[in-house]
């Protein structure tokens, strides 16, 4: 069955896969590590700090890795992703003892370069196997491969604390390093090697894009998920458990859910926006969104310092700023791949996932420091969420100079 699909459409099934498998053990690793130090009596501020060398070397990476699959092709750095993936795995298979913050910062820094160039290759390549006046199906197929892959982080939520529950945690990191490595291997044979390296080599001072279009869009993320997680990261889980009492399991059982459900969103996010009447989005549609998202955590805001059950406010707001976030990010990530230049498309792309990384730094330490300095409960998540606010509101002014225009030419 499998021979009788195109070349292309092969080629972004293995693409998809190694995206997902990766995913799956990211998540789950993630998961480990929480319930590892969260069992060794850290606080939900220090368990956060562990993953800060993660996002530090997201922005690295971007920056650096774009350039570098221009160079040597989109194939080799996502192979080199899933390399270093296990390598990070196999690093905290060393006895107990030496299971230490550091170390496990350290294989976490790894773990982030390895997770920016799967993904920055895995979104770059797409560009590459889709014709460029086929801009319907380019963002149906950005939407499905971003859309699964936040549906499998969630699922590796899931996965981690069920492997950890059934084969401690050694055993679960060594059935995850076996099984990334083979999904390596398999890639190693079958991955296009030529695809996504640049006819014309760049030079290093390229890595900076040169795009005004790829230049605000860059700065319109980098806010956009900052305003995500300078409440999500800290400041939520530790509300959920320390101020409304819910148990660990209540808490990261929830929250997996959520980024299962706010991934199938972003898969779905092409119909949402009016693909099936034959339109793609385009700056206007990043506006409008945008805005409507600016509302959802001034409202939450609001909602907390009211009389209304703040359990309710929380949960219901949760889930409609999980929704609208998911069509932005979803309408963001066409958005970069259709003004990527398609010759070195790992250079813009790299460069607006840096951005994207940024975003995620900068939200993760205002989310500890911004919660704890306003008071932690209540206070302290509105706090967070009034900054979510600002900073989704710069999103909007941002994408006021993006490019409007109306692609109109297939509908598939």
């Known amino acids: 069955m499998l021979k009788q699909l195109s070349p292309a459409v092969r080629q972004y099934l293995l693409v998809t896969g190694n995206y997902w498998a990766f995913t799956l053990t990211d998540g789950a690793l993630r998961m480990l590590v929480v319930l590892h130090f969260h069992g ?6 220090e368990i956060a700090l562990l993953f800060l060398f993660y996002e530090i070397f997201g922005v690295i990476t971007n920056l650096v890795g774009g350039w570098l699959g221009a160079h040597l092709g989109l194939n080799r750095t996502m192979n080199i992703g899933l390399f270093l993936q296990v390598v990070a795995l196999s690093m905290l298979l060393v006895p107990a003892t030496l299971l230490t913050v550091p170390w496990v910062m350290a294989a976490q820094a790894l773990s982030g370069i390895a997770k920016d160039l799967n993904k920055m290759s895995a979104k770059s390549a797409i560009k590459l196997l889709v014709p460029g006046d086929a801009q319907g199906t380019l963002y149906k197929w950005v939407a499905i491969l971003t859309g699964s892959k936040n549906a499998l982080k969630g699922a590796g939520f899931f996965m981690g604390g069920g492997l950890l529950m059934w084969i401690g945690f050694r055993g679960a990191v060594v059935a995850m390093a076996v099984m990334l490595t083979l999904v390596w291997l398999l890639s190693l044979v079958l991955l296009k090697k030529s695809l996504g390296k640049a006819t014309t080599k760049p ?3 390229d890595i900076l894009s040169k795009s005004r279009a ?3 869009l860059s700065a319109a993320r980098m806010f956009l998920f900052g305003s995500r997680d300078v409440w999500f990261v800290v400041a939520l889980p530790v509300f959920l458990s320390g101020t ?3 148990d660990y399991w209540q808490t990261g059982g929830f929250l997996a859910l959520w980024v299962i459900g706010y991934g199938l969103v972003q898969a779905f996010a092409p119909r949402i926006t009016g693909k099936a009447a034959g339109r793609v989005p385009d700056g206007r549609a990043a506006i409008i969104w945008a805005a409507l998202l600016t509302l959802l955590p001034v409202l939450i805001a609001v909602g907390l310092s009211t009389e209304l ?3 309710t406010v929380l949960i219901a707001g949760l889930l409609l700023f999980g929704a609208v976030f998911a069509v932005n990010s979803s309408l963001h990530s066409y958005l970069i791949v259709s003004y990527a230049s398609s010759d070195g498309v790992s250079l813009d792309v790299g460069f607006y996932y840096m951005a994207n ?3 995620r730094l900068i939200g993760t330490l ?6 704890q300095m306003a008071g932690q409960g209540s206070a302290g998540l509105a706090a967070c969420l009034w900054i979510s606010g600002a900073m989704l509101a710069l999103t909007v002014l941002i994408s006021f100079g993006l490019p409007r225009f109306r692609v109109e030419k297939e509908t598939a």
């Open 244 to 246: 409304l009492g819910w």
């Open 309 to 311: 059950d703040r359990a």
């Open 203 to 205: 030079r290093f001072r």
């Open 366 to 371: 205002l989310s500890g420091w911004v919660f």
């Open 40 to 45: 060794l009596g850290y606080t939900p501020l």
């Open 357 to 359: 990384a940024m975003g």
């Open 214 to 216: 790829i230049n605000l």
